[in-house]
Structures are given as C-alpha cells and as structure tokens.
C-alpha cells in the first residue's frame, strides 16, 4: 500500500519559514519523480514545485522561485519543500505528489494528472 504523509505545517507570520515534509513508503521512491501541489480555500490545486529522480533537477512556480526549495534524500524515502520569506497568499494545504513520468518537458511536471500518487496534504496558514 502506497502511502505519502506530509508534516511540517502550521501557523507562521509572515515573512517566517516552515519546511515541510513528506515521507513515502510502499513505492519505490527512487523511481518517483516528486512534486508539491497547494490548494487554498475556494480555490483550485496548483503546482508549487517538483523535483528530479536523482534530485539533480528541480522546477517551481514562478511566484515561489527564490523562496521556496524542494530537496530530496531517497535514502530516507522523503522529499521536502524549504518555505522561505513565506506570504499570506502562501496560506494553502500542501499536498506531495510522485509519478514516474519522463522528466523532460515542464508541461507535465505541472500537471495533476502526471502524478500517481498523493498525501492528504498539511496546512500551512500565514498570518499578515
């Protein structure tokens, strides 16, 4: 059974960071290209940011380039987003993602439907 449990979230002000985290098991996570989603109230789920197999590769929303990083250690089966300098329109639950599509082409890496598998998501709200 494939599981992906994220932590890490919360309330900070902002301006604060938070890192949060995902651990997965079930799957071979190596495999996996990872990715982070966020849904705000009312709102759609988007893209926030996703990484390579190996780690080597990563790729953001441009609304969280420079703030936000993603980072991998497939030793531990985890893979975390580094939120940085963090806004009240960051308020949102974030949801980690794995799919084993090709890598290449940004198109797919945004998209919903690339990933096979999903967390339950945590909160993160920033208060201004």
């Known amino acids: 059974q494939v599981q992906l449990v994220e932590s890490g979230g919360g309330l900070v002000q902002a301006g604060g960071s938070l890192t949060l985290s995902c651990a997965a098991s079930g799957l071979t996570f190596s495999r996996q290209v990872m990715g982070w989603f966020r849904q705000a109230p009312g709102k759609e789920r988007d893209f926030v940011a996703a990484i390579s197999r190996g780690g080597n590769s990563t790729y953001y929303r441009d609304s969280v380039k420079g703030r936000f990083t993603i980072s991998r250690d497939n030793a531990k089966n985890t893979v975390y987003l580094q939120m940085n300098s963090l806004k009240s329109e960051d308020s949102a639950v974030y949801s980690c993602?794995?799919?084993?599509?090709?890598?290449?082409?940004?198109?797919?890496?945004?998209?919903?439907?690339?990933?096979?598998?999903w967390g339950q998501g945590t909160e993160v709200t920033v208060s201004s």
């Open positions: 993602a794995g799919g084993t599509f090709l890598w290449v082409g940004v198109q797919r890496r945004q998209r919903e439907a690339s990933y096979a598998y």
